[in-house]
């Protein structure tokens, strides 16, 4: 779901409710944000498998749609380029040229950031009919959200990340790729800036593109890149290998803010099963995790360089953390940045839960000093254990050689630096 002009717009399955089997009928949906009328609808013919186990994914699915004023950005079929759209009518105003099978969309100043690949829609299909055939022929003693087996589907193509600008001052810039750019879109609105491809199938993990102070982050299978998001050229990449055979609702966590960047992933040597050859990647189609927990990382690299700037293991092995990464933010000279307290259900914890299952845990975060400054990432954050629960994080850090336990189900404020920059009054009621 997104909102701009007083509108919302999202993308809703309004099949049929009484048999998960019957056909999906997805939909582009824009209503009035005040009162909730409806002002336009738009089909969507090829999306996702519908029989698709709960919660397997895809990650990106979430990043085909985006709102920028009177025009709305998505990528309404599986291999189609991005569509234009007014966003007080919604029909088509253009479609962007050299964005054929977008994936994930980001929007950042006047400029749109597109993940695509080269996968197409018949392929898109097939894969979409495998899985619903694969579903419906397993066992029936299973749970109707566990029937799907294990196994690698072709999820993603040859990818390629491409920008393009909207034509106000007519500026093309060269290309990194080889690939035409400068060109307009049709209409004149549009201009390609630049656009850079990657030789592996699914080399950039989905749902980790990011755009932050005129550069462009992603991880890949061996490294976080960073690019120029003007020109596309590359600024420096830093090593950090991942798994390479992945569930395919999982995917590193990759944040830009302040001139850090952040990664969040289980360890490479933690795959689901043997890796695959040829430095490619694996995506099995399952729900399940529960019993799937892996030892995880978070690194912080400077955004100008990609110097390493702190590396700590997360404690008690990682199942998902998604949007429960609480809070990131620098201090100087030792005094943090903001004392304000994530805003959680008092009685549960969980943001928009209201579930008496639910307990309220406390969490916890590290920090590190790096030089004459205090970097504190994630004083408050959480892992999701499921969609009414919340569990504390425990967290090794390690600052230039120095390894420091910072366990906050038990400490106090002066048992480590974490605390010691947190009220003793809000340390006490959280324990």
Known sequence: MVTAGGRLLYIIDEG??????????????????????????????????????????PPEVARRLVAAGERVYVALNYGDPVTVLDAATGETVTRLAGTEGARELLWDGETLFVLADDMTAEQHRQRRQAINRDFLSASLELSIWRRLPRKAYPIYGRQRIVAVRTDDRRRARRSVSGA???SSSGDGGYVLLWAKPFRTPGDVLPATLAVDNGKVCFQIVSHVVCLDALTGKELWRAAHPVARSRFSWSTPTLVMHDGVVLVLDRKAGDNV?????????????ASGGRNNRQDAELVAYSMDTGAELLACAVLGKLQHAGRYFRDQRRSVGGQP??????????????ENRSSGRCRRKKVGGITGVIGARRLCVGCWWAEAVCSSSIRKAAMLSRTRGTAERVNMGSCRPTDCSTCRSIPARASRRNS
């Open 273 to 285: 099963g043997k890796a695959p050859p040829n430095g490619t990647t694996e995506w099995i189609v």
């Open 16 to 57: 049929p409710i009484s048999s998960v089997y019957l056909p999906p009928q997805w939909k582009l949906v824009a209503r009035d944000a005040f009162s909730g009328v409806l002002l336009w609808e738009r089909p969507i013919e090829n999306w996702e498998a519908h029989l698709r186990g709960f919660r397997s994914g």
């Open 337 to 350: 940045a903001s004392r304000q307290r994530p805003r959680v259900h008092r009685r549960t914890g969980f």
């Open 180 to 182: 035409a750019v400068g």
